[in-house]
């Protein structure tokens, strides 16, 4: 079992930036790829960005440039700084663990005003 606590997210103007964290705890050595998802109520969950423990990233082309996800090996830590925020940015995230078995968080809100 894996467990994700996720912290951040909040209310901002569009053009700011936000910081997420995500700490995994439990069965930490079976995680290879952690990241963010995230979620408009009525749509699917669609991938923001991921990162491999060898340090390989992947972004959707909506946030590329403009989010960067990171990872803290030593602390089972991945954050995703979001920059130049938009308001479609304004979704749930849900952090994600991808190894022997799928693990999501809680989810955190996001939400960007014009």
């Known amino acids: 079992q894996v467990q994700l606590v996720e912290s951040g997210g909040g209310l901002v103007q569009a053009g700011g930036s936000l910081r997420l964290s995500c700490a995994a705890s439990?069965?930490?050595?079976?995680?290879?790829?952690m990241g963010w998802y995230r979620q408009v109520p009525g749509k699917q969950r669609e991938l923001a960005a991921v990162?491999?423990?060898?340090?390989?990233?992947n972004y959707a082309d909506s946030v590329r440039g403009r989010f960067t996800i990171s990872r803290d090996n030593a602390k089972n830590t991945v954050y995703l700084e979001m920059n130049s925020l938009k308001p479609e940015d304004t979704a749930i995230y849900y952090c994600?663990?991808?190894?022997?078995?799928?693990?999501w968080g809680q989810g955190t809100q996001v939400t960007v005003s014009s």
């Open positions: 994600v663990s991808f190894g022997r078995s799928t693990y």
């Open positions: 439990g069965s930490i050595a079976s995680i290879n790829v």
């Open positions: 990162i491999s423990t060898g340090g390989t990233t």
